[in-house]
């Protein structure tokens, strides 16, 4: 269990975090999730205690770890752009925290190899970090993090340097790590799809402050405040309104509570279509559809449909 | 074309200015064969003067390796407080004539000096400290902007690892420096071994006491002994080059891929 008490960390003038208070509980894989700037790298550096923080406290399983060095901490951490030691093979860097933990020899030998099985790097044991790709290097960074068996493993922003697919297979691949270990563990990430996909609690944050802390079908389904609503999905603002693209209900007669909207622009997405529209009061509203959807109203550029929501939020 | 005339350019510019001249003091040192040169080196004042040379080198050298590493992280690492100030003034000895490196060392070492009265001046005490000054920047400018460049993230990565300060510069940080510091006391090296203008000024040039191998190409020279000069010349241009050789030697093979 990690518990975070009214840290407040500034940087010059800039409030990195003000009087944030957050609880990870043992087992559980929490995503951090907020745009840049909003602190979230900043919280998961204190409980690493990469930073420290100008008040409040950390503890880890009760422990107050607060003024302890990153060394004496039991964490893992997982770097974005990898921290490989460039100058040492795979099995030097993954065996790195048992090395200077002075274990035998045997032993080290033993969990690497373990470690390097888990990660899939079996083959590439004697590679330095330049012959490896990102991916590779990543799984490494995880791999050496485990070695320690760490009380917690934070990961920062681990897959954002990645690219798409990858970052994809290995968002996968976490989970089910976490699944066989349950480490606890805090993932840093700006893309509300991979904190949705991978954790099973999810703090949103934003200017140094936490605005909703829930698990991933709460955050989407009942949102905090209009930042939480804009920033796990698209929406659309009318007024005071606040409407998901897909609570949307499209037809070609008028009937009771709808409103009158042009198609501007259809945008086929594979099974999806996007419809901007513009409705006669001039407000702009995005609707997803399906194809069948889309095919069944004969929908085209240009032409005159009937909007009405089927689900709205005003906060 | 215009690469090619480019390339006849550096190589002919390269030619005349280095080439030529070190070119000729070879020739000029073998002129009359072998034993001559090697007799002008073997004589007890010449070996003198290049064991005082080595001697200056092998105390600057080191001193100046740790000192520019130490310096190099306080500069970029630790941000000790003042440190921007010494990030300016290591510089200096380079800005600075030897002459009068020389010159503030024999005011502050002389008869009326702050520090007078230890029989510094006109001895190896005096020769190895403007050695030493002479040659202090170069380690500390090439590790700090691969300091620099290397960042933190390594040294974190090792610090939530369980590795201490020490174990960290050790296994993480110097591995990463190494090159830089390499280059750094090779130049160093070099600069120490061609001191000239200060250790002249502070050395007293005695010869067979105080004369190291600079002075003693100069002093000869002077004297009308061409063929000392440039067998000396000699054995300064070849410590050089084995030093570099050494070097790239030295470099281990995962660099090179």
């Not at chain 1, 945008?267 to 407000?283: I, K, N, Q, S």
């Not at chain 2, 002389?110 to 380690?139: D, E, K, M, Q, Y």
Request: charged residues 20%.
């Amino acid at each position: 269990m990690i518990e975070a008490r009214n840290i407040t960390k500034r940087f010059g003038d800039f409030t990195a975090l003000d009087h944030v208070s957050v609880d990870v509980p043992t087992g559980s894989l929490t995503a951090l999730l907020g745009p840049s700037g909003s602190g979230k790298s900043t919280l998961l550096r204190v409980i690493a205690g990469l930073d420290r923080p100008d008040a409040g406290t950390v503890s880890l399983d009760g422990d107050d770890v607060t003024g302890r060095p990153p060394q004496k901490r039991g964490v893992g951490f997982v770097f974005q752009h990898y921290a490989a030691f460039k100058h040492m093979t795979v099995q030097e860097n993954v065996g790195f925290g048992l090395e200077v933990r002075r274990r035998p020899r045997a032993e080290i030998v033993k969990r690497v190899d373990e470690l390097l099985e888990l990660v899939q790097l079996k083959g590439l044991a004697k590679r330095y970090p330049a012959q490896l790709s990102g991916g590779q290097r990543q799984r490494m960074g995880l791999a050496r993090a485990l070695a320690v068996d760490p009380k917690v493993l934070l990961l920062d922003e681990p897959f954002g340097a990645l690219d798409a697919r990858v970052r994809k297979e290995l968002r996968a691949w976490l989970r089910r790590l976490h699944d066989e270990t349950h480490t606890t563990t805090v993932i840093v990430t700006h893309d509300q799809e991979e904190a949705m996909e991978v954790a099973d609690r999810v703090v949103v944050m934003n200017g140094g402050h936490i605005e909703q802390v829930a698990p991933p079908r709460e955050l989407y389904d009942a949102p905090a405040n209009e930042f939480v609503m804009s920033f796990v999905g698209p929406v659309n603002r009318l007024g005071d309104t606040y409407i998901r693209p897909h609570d949307v209900e499209l037809s070609l007669e008028p009937n009771g509570a709808t409103q009158e909207a042009m198609v501007e622009r259809l945008v086929h997405l594979g099974f999806e279509v996007r419809a901007e529209l513009v409705r006669d009061d001039g407000e702009e509203l995005s609707v997803q559809l399906t194809r069948e959807q889309t095919d069944a109203l004969e929908l085209a550029e240009g032409q005159i449909v009937y909007v009405r929501p089927t689900r709205q939020t005003v906060f | 074309m215009g690469r090619y005339l480019l390339r006849c350019g550096a190589l002919g510019y390269l030619a005349v200015l280095l080439l030529a001249p070190v070119g000729l003091v070879f020739y000029r040192a073998f002129e009359h064969g072998f034993w001559p040169a090697w007799h002008a080196i073997a004589s007890p004042d010449a070996m003198h003067a290049l064991k005082l040379t080595l001697v200056a080198a092998a105390i600057a050298v080191p001193a100046n390796m740790v000192f520019g590493i130490l310096c190099a992280l306080a500069i970029v690492r630790y941000r000790v407080p003042g440190f921007r100030l010494v990030n300016a003034l290591v510089d200096l000895p380079l800005a600075l004539s030897p002459v009068v490196v020389g010159l503030s060392l024999l005011l502050l070492y002389g008869r009326n000096g702050w520090l007078g009265g230890h029989n510094v001046l006109f001895a190896t005490p005096a020769i190895v400290l403007a050695t030493i000054f002479v040659s202090l920047p170069f380690v500390v400018r090439e590790v700090v902007p691969v300091l620099r460049e290397i960042g933190t993230e390594q040294e974190q990565a090792a610090s939530t690892l369980g590795a201490s300060g020490f174990e960290i510069f050790r296994r993480i940080t110097l591995p990463s420096i190494r090159w830089a510091v390499a280059y750094g006391v090779v130049l160093t090296t070099a600069r120490a071994l061609g001191e000239y203008g200060a250790v002249r000024v502070v050395s007293g040039n005695i010869v067979g006491q105080t004369e190291t191998t600079t002075l003693f190409v100069a002093n000869r020279y002077q004297d009308f002994e061409t063929q000392a000069a440039y067998a000396a010349s000699i054995v300064l241009a070849l410590i050089a080059v084995v030093t570099l050789l050494l070097m790239n030697r030295l470099r281990p093979k995962e660099e090179t891929r």
